[in-house]
């Protein structure tokens, strides 16, 4: 999405109507990141007003050095997990000192399938994780972050990033399971 250069400027002079437009153009793309950071809508819509304040607040300091979106989306990650540093939910209950990635991803790549699920039961079922759970399995998988990055931006160790992020692949392919055989079973039982 292109974002014309006269709204980032008028949004730079405090200006209400490009706020909105701004806010219009990217509001739906943004409330999926906060969505999937989020334990419910309504916390992730306070996620979403938040960081657009801080958008309008900080877009000055926008250096047009990448896309604009992706500035943006990075405000929203970082609110995101801030909301939940303020609120102390990352709860990081284990650290495994030894793990091997390459034997976890053999086992991942060994499951059974699954009926397919629309984006907004996937959204719903990475909702249900527990927050640490979903940070880790969010900032990996979405965001694309090592475990390096992740332990660093969560203040977690590596091994414990690691973890988090197999429990959490582990609970959704239950839930995507469980999910599929409800599936089956109406569709027996009609």
């Known amino acids: ?9 008028g949004c730079v002079a405090g200006k209400r109507s490009a706020q909105s437009a701004l806010y219009r153009n990217y509001a739906a793309v943004m409330m999926a990141i906060c969505l999937r950071y989020a334990q419910n809508r309504d916390e992730a819509e306070d996620i979403l007003q938040e960081a657009f304040l801080k958008i ?3 877009i ?8 604009f979106e992706g500035w943006m989306k990075r405000i929203m990650i970082n609110h995101a997990l801030n909301y939940y540093r303020k609120n102390r939910k990352l709860p990081f209950l284990e650290d495994i000192s030894t793990i091997n990635e390459t034997e976890i991803m053999k086992r991942e790549d060994q499951t059974t399938t699954h009926a397919p699920v629309s984006a907004e039961k996937l959204i719903a079922l990475i909702q249900m994780l ?8 969010n900032l990996y998988v979405f965001e694309e972050y090592s ?3 992740i332990s660093q931006e969560l203040n977690i160790s590596e091994n414990t990033s ?3 992020l197999l429990k959490a692949r582990r609970m959704l392919r239950k839930k995507l399971i469980d999910l599929s055989l409800l599936k089956n079973t109406i569709t027996v039982n009609e």
């Open 162 to 164: 690691k973890t988090q």
């Open 147 to 149: 475990h390096k990055e």
């Open 1 to 9: 999405m292109l974002i014309d250069d006269s709204i980032i400027q």
């Open 130 to 137: 527990p927050p640490g759970y979903r940070m880790v399995f």
């Open 60 to 67: 000055g300091s926008y250096r047009k050095e990448g896309s």
């Open 56 to 58: 309008f607040h900080n």
